[in-house]
């Protein structure tokens, strides 16, 4: 079965750090792009983060930016989204999710070809 594994979610005190994880099964990263996006109770969903496994490129939203480092393993065929310095309104389902599209595309439109099933991430003030 083609699909997206995501985990690493848990609960932290604010400050704390995790580690999500995205793994493909059947489904290859190469020259896709591979994004994280996260919703919150009563919010809209919105993009965190988007790594292009073909060309490198990478993006990083406002509310992340220098909290947040993503990467891609390609011999495990996994995502990471390392997440330090967590706060509060970071507590959200996070989701990954992996189209053909270029990295702009994806983050804008969120069209994802596959989307992974949601980790919880809480922080707790």
């Known amino acids: 079965e083609v699909q997206l594994q995501a985990s690493g979610g848990g609960s932290v005190p604010a400050g704390g750090s995790l580690r999500l994880s995205c793994v493909g099964s059947g489904y290859s990263f190469r020259d896709k792009t591979v994004a994280w996006f996260r919703q919150a109770p009563g919010r809209a969903r919105e993009d965190v983060s988007a790594?292009?496994?073909?060309?490198?490129?990478?993006y990083y939203a406002d509310s992340v930016k220098g909290r947040a480092t993503i990467s891609v393993d390609n011999v495990e065929n996994t995502v990471y989204l390392q997440m330090t310095d967590l706060k509060p309104e970071d507590t959200a389902v996070y989701y990954c999710?992996?189209?053909?599209?270029?990295?702009?595309?994806?983050?804008?439109?969120?069209?994802?070809?596959?989307w992974g099933r949601g980790t919880q991430v809480t922080v707790s003030s």
């Open positions: 790594i292009d496994e073909s060309d490198g490129r990478i």
């Open positions: 999710a992996a189209a053909r599209l270029e990295l702009p595309a994806l983050v804008a439109t969120h069209s994802a070809d596959l």
